[in-house]
Nanobody
Framework: QVQLVESGGGLAQAGGSLRLSCAAS????????MAWFRQAPGKEREFVGI????????YYADSVQGRFAISGDNAKNTVYLQMNSLKPEDTAVYFC????????????????????WGQGTQVTVSS
């Protein structure tokens, strides 16, 4: 079993930055792919990006490419989402998710492929 706890959400102005954290416990962190999703009111959950624990490889949605960056600290079992140049349309609840195994890389954008989820943290970007 893997437990995920997000933190770091809050209010930011457009053009500003926030950093979210996701602390994992229960299994060997480096064996998992850790992803971030977000969900705005009335919308489906949307893939943001993913990081492979074994080598730090990352992959992002087009909507955040160049503005957001995922990093990790295997010693702390924590993954981070650095969000820069924030836009009002980035407003959402952000979720951390985890998946083990190589098959996740054939469908990293599919939220149904992840077996573990955090409770989410609210990010609000004002214009």
């Amino acid at each position: 079993q893997v437990q995920l706890v997000e933190s770091g959400g809050g209010l930011a102005q457009a053009g500003g930055s926030l950093r979210l954290s996701c602390a994992a416990s229960g299994r060997t962190f480096s064996n998992y792919a850790m992803a971030w999703f977000r969900q705005a009111p009335g919308k489906e959950r949307e893939f943001v990006g993913i990081r492979r624990g074994s080598d730090g490889y990352t992959y992002y949605a087009d909507s955040v490419q160049g503005r957001f960056a995922i990093s990790g600290d295997n010693a702390k079992n924590t993954v981070y989402l650095q969000m820069n140049s924030l836009k009002p349309e980035d407003t959402a609840v952000y979720f951390c998710a985890a998946s083990s195994g190589a098959r996740i890389w054939s469908k990293p954008r599919d939220s149904r492929a992840y077996g573990y989820w955090g409770q989410g943290t609210q990010v609000t970007v004002s214009s």
